[in-house]
Nanobody
Framework: QVHLVESGGGLVQAGGSLRLSCAAS????????IGWYRQAPGKQRELVAH???????MYADNVKGRFAISRDNAKNTVYLQMNSLKPEDTAVYYC?????????WGQGTPVTVSS
């Protein structure tokens, strides 16, 4: 069974940085794709960044150049480095692991960016 635990969220001023972590249990981590999603109050959950099992990355247009996703398979952890944060980045951030027909969500970590 796979479990995901996000951490690293918090309160930061606009222009600041945070690094989120998504730690996974289970043996499928290194062969799984991982996505970071976020959900702001009153809005739908949206994909922010994605990393494949091979390390290929993709980003939503509104975070390109500011966010970076990476993975450390030895630590079963995926990171989301967030720089130049804006108030509109305020949301609960979730990671999601996908492997074949298995999809697992973490519990989320809140990020608040003050202006």
């Amino acid at each position: 069974q796979v479990h995901l635990v996000e951490s690293g969220g918090g309160l930061v001023q606009a222009g600041g940085s945070l690094r989120l972590s998504c730690a996974a249990s289970g043996s499928t981590f290194s062969i799984s794709a991982i996505g970071w999603y976020r959900q702001a109050p009153g809005k739908q959950r949206e994909l922010v960044a994605h990393i494949s099992s091979g390390g290929s990355t993709m980003y939503a247009d509104n975070v390109k150049g500011r966010f970076a996703i990476s993975r450390d398979n030895a630590k079963n952890t995926v990171y989301l480095q967030m720089n130049s944060l804006k108030p509109e980045d305020t949301a609960v951030y979730y990671c999601k692991l996908v492997y074949r027909n298995l999809a697992v969500w973490g519990q989320g970590t809140p990020v608040t960016v003050s202006s």
